[in-house]
Every structure is written in structure tokens, then in C-alpha cells.
């Protein structure tokens, strides 16, 4: 099992640190999405700390949901599906592996994406910086668990890249709900995060452990 | 195929049933004091509400029985009962707001309920436009079972997630909850339009289920034909 997870995990890293397509593709378009907010509604700093962690997670959740097409059209091309339904180990562990992958490249384009937030929005991110980590992480984590899984349902479908956001986004409504409190939390408001916090720890937990049940059943023929 | 007496018989008691829930809703049951007329709406969205909940709990447990035992029965009725959920669903939404107006003063308020009710009516949408950009039969039906479960799964995630929101985003005070002690009048045209949406449901899943079968008949008879061709 754990052998498969770090398996795929490192075929995709390297394939994504030779090809840089997902994090290119997701980070033009997030860093897109922050710059269109500010021209639609020109913001005052005051307003932008009150609206900033709605902003940084609506550019989060549609660069993610680039990088996650990306993560299974890749595996369509050469048709690499089936080579992943041939080898020998449990489905789980192919849907840790690809799960893990897609939540380094979304962080990674996230982190990146953070300063430049700060710096266009004159926001403050230092408070409560660590903090602000493991929303980021919470989040992204809760995102990719399900993303990962649809992901694999969308490349099967006629409207492959149409299909996956429709179907993603409303199902992590209480994700983006309780990471944006909990990141304005970290931007500085005053706000309670606990019941966010563990809302999002709740919500990973459920749904890696349903994606990882269910996982064997989209790979299957 | 033979007649479906058992069908005719749930179609006929649903007409029936239908006829008293109208006398009911509009002759016999007394107006609301302080929303008037416009509170008769009521005895239809709550039931609409509840055929909707009840058909996505049934997609939940069809999906489920799909999954552990792959009969192409259960696909075929989750299927249908999503179909049947969103028009409910749909239903919901548009005499909500015809209520709201009157009684609230605004068309929508992003209230638990109301938002929960949205966002369900979301993603039970893309489940039928994931059904729909499905090609393969048996894949559909293995994908869809997984959505289904993933999908309602998420169904107190998403109602906990918007409560605690609502909690703490300030919100115009609204009055006039419906749960505000019903009339024993009232109370007794709910339970009867409750019911009478129940049958309805049922009465259009079996319809849908046997359109679903001569589907597949003629499908198959098709098959045949072009192989002895």
C-alpha cells in the first residue's frame, strides 16, 4: 500500500515538475481571478480585509479545479488508465497517491499565490501566518479529497472539462463556507474559527475516507 | 408487457387523494390571520420539500445497494427518484419565494433552509448532468451510485456549514416561522397534502421505472433486429 501511494505520488510530481502544465495553468488563472476582483470592484484596504479571504479562496477553488482536470486527462492521453487499472495493488492506495499529488501542486501554487495577494490587497498575512497555514492545508486537502475522486469520473464523461467544477463545487460548499471564516479569522478578524476549524478537519476526514472506499469502483471496468 | 393494475390502482388513489388535498387547501382549510391567503402555498411547498428530501434519501440508498450488489434495478430507481427529487426540488424553490415575498418582504434570504434547499437542488442537477454526459450504461450507473452516496453524505456538512454561517453574519429578523403552533385545521390539510405528495411521488416513480423497462425492451428488440438483418 504504501508503496503504490508514494509510487504514483512521485510519477506525478515528476511529471508535473518536468511539464509544469497544472501549476502554470492553475496559477495564471488564480493570480488572473485576484487581479479581475480588484478591477470589477476597486476595492479600499477596509474592504478588502473584510473581503479578502472570499477572494483568496474563490481564486483558490477555481485554479484548483484546473489543476485537478488536469490531474486525470493526464493519465487519458497514452491511455494510462488502464495501466493504472492493471497494476496489482489495492484502488486505495492509487487514490492516496493522485489525492497527495494534487494537494502539493494545489498548495504549492496556493503559497505562491499568498504573497501577491498580500501585496495587491495591502493585506497583513504575518499575524497569524501559521495559523493561516493549516487553513490553507485544511482546505486544500478537503478540496482535492473529493476533486481527486471526480476528477476520475470527469474524464469518462462527454463534457470532461465542463463536468468537474459542476459537480466539485457544490458538493465542497462547506469547505469554502469554513475555510473562508476561518482564513478571515487569520487575516486579522474577530471572529471565532474553532467550529471551523474542526468543521474542515470533519469534512477531510469523511471524504478522503469515502473517496478512498468508493475509489475502487470509478477505476473499475 | 401487461397492464400494470397495480400502478392504475396507486395512479387512481393519487387522483383521488389530489382532489381532497385541493378542497382542502383552498375551501377548507382557514385562512391565516396575519399572511391571509398567500399561507395556503404552504400545504404545497413543505410537502414538495419532503418528496424532494425523501426522493435524495432514496438516491442515497439505491446508490448504496448499487455499489454492494450491482443490480441495474436499484441504478434505475435512483435514477428515477433524482429526476422526481429535482423537480420537487425546483418546486420548492419557486413557491418559496411566492410566499416569502408577501410574507417576509424579499424574494430570498440566504436563511439555512433556503440555502440548503439550493444547494441540494445543485447538486442533485449535476448528478442528472453527470448521468446525462455519460455514455457507457455500466459505468453511469457506477458512477452516479458514487455521487449519490458522496452527494448526500455531504448533506449535513453543507446544512452545519450554512447554520453556523447564518449565526454569524447579522440577518433581518424574519417572523412568522411556519412551525409557529398550527391550527389543528391547518395541521390536519398538512398531513393530508404530506400524504397526497407522497403517493404522487410514488405514483411517478413507478411510471418513470416502467418507462425505463420499455426503454430497454425496445432497445434490446432493436438489437435483435439488426442482428438478424
Request: hydrophobic fraction near 55%.
Amino acid at each position: 500500500m504504501w508503496r503504490a501511494i508514494t509510487t504514483i505520488l512521485w510519477k506525478d510530481l515528476k511529471i508535473e515538475l518536468q511539464t509544469k502544465e497544472a501549476f502554470s495553468a492553475s496559477f495564471v488563472f488564480s493570480l488572473m481571478v485576484l487581479v479581475i476582483f480588484n478591477f470589477t470592484l476597486d476595492l479600499t484596504t477596509e474592504e478588502a480585509m473584510k473581503m479578502g479571504a472570499g477572494f483568496l479562496w474563490i481564486a483558490f477553488a477555481f485554479g484548483g479545479v484546473l489543476a485537478l482536470n488536469r490531474s486525470f486527462a493526464l493519465e487519458r492521453d497514452e491511455n494510462c488508465v488502464q495501466g493504472l487499472q492493471l497494476i496489482p495493488v489495492d484502488r486505495g492506495g492509487i487514490y492516496l497517491g493522485k489525492c497527495i499529488a494534487n494537494t502539493i501542486s494545489m498548495l504549492i501554487t496556493e503559497i505562491i499565490l499568498l504573497p501577491l495577494f498580500a501585496v495587491f490587497f495591502n493585506i497583513d498575512i504575518t499575524e497569524r501566518l501559521p495559523y493561516l497555514l493549516a487553513v490553507l492545508v485544511l482546505g486544500t486537502v478537503g478540496f482535492s479529497s473529493v476533486g481527486t475522486l471526480i476528477s476520475a469520473m470527469a474524464v469518462h464523461t462527454r463534457m470532461r472539462e465542463v463536468i468537474l467544477p459542476i459537480l466539485l463545487l457544490p458538493i465542497t460548499v462547506p469547505v469554502l463556507i469554513a475555510a473562508v471564516e476561518a482564513t478571515a479569522y487569520a487575516l486579522g478578524a474577530d471572529t471565532d474559527p474553532s467550529f471551523w476549524m474542526r468543521l474542515l478537519v470533519i469534512y477531510d476526514v469523511i471524504f478522503v475516507t469515502v473517496s478512498f472506499l468508493t475509489f475502487g469502483h470509478i477505476l473499475q471496468e | 408487457m401487461a397492464r400494470d393494475r397495480c400502478g392504475v390502482l396507486l395512479v387512481g388513489l393519487t387522483l383521488v387523494s389530489m382532489i381532497a388535498s385541493l378542497y382542502m387547501t383552498f375551501l377548507w382549510a382557514p385562512t391565516e390571520r396575519t399572511m391571509g391567503d398567500v399561507q395556503r402555498i404552504f400545504y404545497f411547498h413543505v410537502p414538495s420539500a419532503w418528496v424532494a428530501f425523501f426522493a435524495f434519501l432514496l438516491v442515497f440508498v439505491f446508490s448504496l445497494a448499487y455499489l454492494v450488489r450491482r443490480n441495474k434495478r436499484w441504478d434505475n430507481i435512483s435514477a428515477a427518484s433524482a429526476e422526481i427529487g429535482v423537480l420537487f426540488c425546483t418546486l420548492v424553490l419557486i413557491t418559496g419565494p411566492i410566499w416569502a415575498k408577501p410574507a417576509w418582504g424579499v424574494w430570498w434570504t440566504w436563511d439555512a433552509r433556503l440555502t440548503l434547499t439550493l444547494v441540494l437542488w445543485l447538486i442533485y442537477v449535476a448528478y442528472l448532468m453527470l448521468r446525462h454526459y455519460m455514455p457507457d450504461p455500466e459505468r453511469r450507473a457506477t458512477f452516479s451510485a458514487v455521487l449519490g452516496v458522496v452527494g448526500f453524505i455531504d448533506v449535513p456538512l453543507v446544512y452545519f456549514s450554512i447554520r453556523w454561517w447564518r449565526t454569524q453574519h447579522p440577518q433581518p429578523v424574519m417572523s412568522g416561522g411556519e412551525s409557529s403552533g398550527l391550527e389543528p385545521p391547518m395541521l390536519a390539510t398538512l398531513l393530508v397534502c404530506l400524504g397526497t405528495f407522497t403517493l404522487l411521488f410514488f405514483a411517478l416513480l413507478r411510471i418513470r421505472l416502467r418507462l425505463q423497462r420499455l426503454r430497454e425492451e425496445a432497445d434490446e428488440i432493436q438489437d435483435r433486429l439488426e442482428q438478424t438483418a
